[in-house]
């Protein structure tokens, strides 16, 4: 049975990029069968996974949806690009930006994402889905083909703020689109146990949101190899399988396993 997971929160930068391609690799190390699925015009998990010149690829989830939308041929093999770490990537790059209209316009607009899913539903495992920073349409795509929802945050108080507004767009589309999706958890990314405040807004979510939403064990420290690995378009488990981030990466495959199978 295939597990979908949407990777999301509307907020920049709180590491959902780099927790699909390192939890993806993670999973794929586990023996399991993995498709890390880029849904953001940025391409940043295509590229951190070693896909390059991705604004130059021809088949990448914009496309994919233009057929979709306007009845071209679809061979989705030309959409998967087999990585040397053991995942399939479905890349995304900047054309997708330019199809909102194409979009909101389009029947069944809510359910283009979970079409493609089922096309490859049957040859794997798990898929990540990568949200951008944003609950536009797209986003509301991934979040109606997934199973769960898997929310990347800091602990910081703007985060924080963030996390009541997209709990409440997971509610909507439980509500009137996706009835059985579920919160898989909030990933607290770039810790540092040593900044004050970050326990206390941790207690905070807990004792606030807590009672209905589970913060996994695991926290990805803030490292600079974090930042090095993204840039060298490899895993950190490639990178550097020994560093500290490596070995969160490994405890929290290890956690959401234990949740789900
Ligand atoms: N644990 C970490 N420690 C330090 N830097 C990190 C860590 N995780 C991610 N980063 C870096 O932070 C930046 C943002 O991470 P990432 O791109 O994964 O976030 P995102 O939520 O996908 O961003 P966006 O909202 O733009 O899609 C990147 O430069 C990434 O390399
Ligand atoms: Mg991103």
Known sequence: MCRVYSVSNQKGGVGKSAISANL?????KNGLKVAVLDAD???????SLGVDDIDELDNALGEYFFREIHGGQIDIDNYIIHNDEGVDIIPCNIKL????FDIMKSFGREYLLRSLIDKIRERY????IDCSPSLNMVTVNALAAADS?????????LSMKGLDQ????????REKLNRSLEIEGIVINKFNPRTNYEPEILERIRTGRGKELKIFETKIPESVRAKECTAHGESIFK????????????NLTKEVLAHDC
């Not at 993806?24 to 794929?28: S, T, Y």
């Not at 015009?41 to 590229?47: R, T």
């Not at 997209?166 to 589309?173: G, Q, R």
């Open 149 to 157: 929802v898997i929310i990347p945050m800091e602990a910081s108080y």
């Open 97 to 100: 930006a330019g199809l909102d």
């Open 41 to 47: 015009p940025q391409g940043n998990l295509s590229s």
């Open 24 to 28: 993806g690799v993670g999973f794929a």
């Open 125 to 128: 495992d798990m898929v990540l």
């Open 239 to 250: 990178y550097d399988p020994k560093c500290k981030v490596a070995l969160a990466y490994e």
């Open 166 to 173: 997209l709990l409440d767009s997971i509610d909507l589309v």
